[in-house]
C-alpha cells in the first residue's frame, strides 16, 4: 500500500523568511497531492493540492512543486507570517480512493 | 458548502461503556465518508471507510467489532466504539466526500475528543 513520508518533523523559521515541507510517496499510481494545516484541536483544512498532471501550482504566499519520475512533492510558504504557525499535513491518494497522510510538520514562526 | 458536522465534541466516558460518535454532511451528499484517529502530536491515522449502504472497508489492525460504523444515509455516518479503554482516547475526525464530485477533496469534520477513564 501508499507510504508517504514527510520531511522535516518540525521547521523554525524567522517571519518574512520562506518554508519548505517536503514528502515522498511510495505508490507511483497515486495522483491526488493535497496539503492540510492543523491548529492544536482543531480539523485540518485544505491549503492548496495538486493533481498529477500538473507540476506546479500557486496560490499567493502557497505553492506545491510535483516530481512524478522522483514521486516526492513539495510545500512552499514564502514570507511567512506568525500566523502561518501550525502543524502541516501532506498526503497522496490514488483516484478518489483513501488519503494516506504524512507525519507531519510542526512549523513555528517566530516574530 | 461542503460543511460536515461531529457530534459530540467531547465525550467522557467511564472504561467499558460505549460511545457513538455521528458524522453528518450539512450540505451536500456523501456516498463515502472515512474515520480518522489521531493521537497527539501524531498523523491522522484512517482507520476505516464507509460506504451509504454498504459494509465499511477497515484499514488493517483496525478491530471492526470493536469500531462500529454504520453509514445508513447519504448524509451520516456513526462511529461507535464499544467497551472503550482508556488507550481508545483519542481525536476522532470524519470526512466526507462529495457524492458525483469530479474532485478527490474529503472534507473534515471539527472532530470529536473521546477522553475514556
Known amino acids: 500500500g501508499e507510504n508517504v513520508e514527510q520531511h522535516p518533523s518540525t521547521l523554525s523559521v524567522q517571519e518574512g523568511d520562506s518554508a519548505v515541507i517536503k514528502c515522498t510517496y511510495s505508490d507511483s499510481a497515486s495522483n491526488y497531492f493535497p496539503w492540510y494545516k492543523q491548529e492544536l484541536g482543531k480539523r485540518p483544512q485544505l491549503i492548496i493540492d495538486i493533481r498529477s498532471n500538473v507540476g506546479e501550482k500557486k496560490d499567493q504566499r502557497i505553492a506545491v512543486t510535483l516530481n512524478k519520475t522522483a514521486k516526492h512533492f513539495s510545500l512552499h510558504i514564502t514570507e511567512t507570517q506568525p500566523e502561518d504557525s501550525a502543524v502541516y499535513f501532506c498526503a497522496a491518494s490514488v483516484g478518489t480512493d483513501k488519503l494516506i497522510f504524512g507525519t507531519g510538520t510542526r512549523l513555528q514562526v517566530f516574530p | 458548502g461542503a460543511v460536515v458536522s461531529q457530534h459530540p465534541s467531547r465525550v467522557i466516558c467511564k472504561s467499558g461503556t460505549s460511545v457513538k460518535i455521528e458524522c453528518r454532511s450539512l450540505?451536500?451528499?456523501?456516498?463515502?465518508m472515512f474515520w480518522y484517529r489521531q493521537f497527539p502530536k501524531q498523523s491522522l491515522m484512517l482507520m476505516a471507510t464507509?460506504?451509504?449502504?454498504?459494509?465499511?472497508?477497515?484499514e488493517q489492525g483496525v478491530e471492526k467489532d470493536k469500531f462500529l460504523i454504520n453509514h445508513a444515509s447519504l448524509t451520516l455516518s456513526t462511529l461507535t466504539v464499544t467497551s472503550a479503554h482508556p488507550e481508545d482516547s483519542s481525536f476522532y475526525i470524519c470526512s466526507a466526500r462529495v457524492r458525483g464530485g469530479a474532485g478527490n477533496e474529503q472534507f473534515f469534520g471539527p472532530g470529536t475528543r473521546l477522553t475514556v477513564l
Open positions: 464507509s460506504n451509504e449502504g454498504s459494509k465499511a472497508t477497515y
Open positions: 450540505d451536500f451528499q456523501a456516498t463515502t
